[in-house]
């Protein structure tokens, strides 16, 4: 017997309209489900193209680099991507020119990264 992944979760504001927005643009997704816990908390799960991504709420704010992060690849230029999420609500956080990727992060400070589009060779 193994274990498999179910959903990458995401923790955000216990308000996260702005965030499914931002995945759902982001990625092509749609929300397919949400459910409220015994604790009277709203999760949602996000399907598309890849991995469940599950919006999971939590009390506290972000602090500190996250230990775990998504990477995405633009299905173009990646600049070009990286201006489309800018426009969506993502900070650019760091745009080092001897590194193929852009670290950003989504608009409840959860960092990410896009790379080019050459990265799935």
Not at 49 to 54: A, E, H, M, S, V
Not at 75 to 89: H, I, S
Request: hydrophobic letters at 40%; one cysteine or more; aromatic letters at 6%.
């Amino acid at each position: 017997m193994t274990s498999r992944i179910l959903a990458v979760a995401i923790d955000t504001p216990p308000d996260h309209a702005d965030l499914r927005a931002f995945w759902c643009a982001a990625l092509g997704y749609r929300e397919t489900r949400t459910w409220t816990d015994a604790k009277g908390l709203e999760y949602t799960e996000l399907t598309g193209d890849g991995p469940t991504l599950l919006l999971q709420p939590v009390p506290e704010p972000k602090v500190g680099k996250n230990r775990l992060h998504l990477d995405v690849v633009a299905d173009r230029d990646r600049d070009a991507e990286v201006a489309r999420l800018v426009g969506f609500g993502a900070t650019v956080i760091s745009k080092d020119p001897a590194l193929p990727w852009v670290v950003l992060s989504d608009p409840a400070g959860n960092e990410f990264c896009v790379l080019p589009p050459s990265s799935l060779s």
